[in-house]
């Protein structure tokens, strides 16, 4: 299993499992994270975490599927999927893609990701 892979099954254990700290030893120091093209990224482990768990309060059943597309260098692109159950929202399933940067120790430098929602799955 190479470094991208790895990160890529721990995104998923992370969010199924609502694994912080998992999450946290998978951050860089100076880790960039963009939820979106037009957000300011976080930029420290606490505001990462505290939107994870933010993100994640209302959810359960949740399934996560991740894939590695590609690899150059030390960014990889992966595709996921999940569904859940949400308190607010009912069930939901979003369909996306992770722009991941490692450091030379595996850990995630820079994230980025694009997705589309689909509520009011059966």
């Given at each position: 299993?190479?470094?991208h892979q790895k990160?890529?099954?721990t995104?998923?254990?992370?969010?199924q499992?609502?694994?912080?700290?998992?999450l946290?030893?998978?951050l860089?120091?100076?880790?960039?994270?963009?939820?979106?093209?037009y957000?300011e990224?976080?930029?420290?482990?606490?505001?990462?975490i505290?939107?994870?768990r933010?993100?994640?309060a209302p959810?359960?059943d949740?399934?996560?599927?991740t894939?590695v597309?590609?690899?150059?260098?030390?960014?990889?692109?992966?595709?996921?999927?999940?569904t859940?159950?949400d308190s607010?929202?009912?069930?939901?399933?979003?369909?996306?893609?992770?722009?991941?940067?490692?450091?030379?120790?595996?850990k995630?430098?820079s994230?980025?990701?694009?997705?589309a929602?689909?509520?009011?799955?059966?």
């Open positions: 299993m190479n470094a990160i890529a099954q995104l998923a254990e992370v969010w499992n609502k694994n912080f700290d998992l946290k030893e998978s860089a120091d100076n880790t960039k994270w963009y939820e979106g093209p957000k990224p976080l930029k420290n482990r606490d505001a990462i505290d939107q994870w933010n993100d994640l959810q359960s949740i399934k996560v599927e894939n597309l590609a690899v150059k260098g030390t960014t990889g692109c992966y595709h996921f999927v999940a859940w159950s607010q929202r009912g069930k939901l399933k979003i369909d996306g893609i992770f722009l991941v940067e490692l450091d030379n120790s595996g995630i430098k994230f980025n990701q694009w997705y929602l689909k509520t009011g799955v059966k």
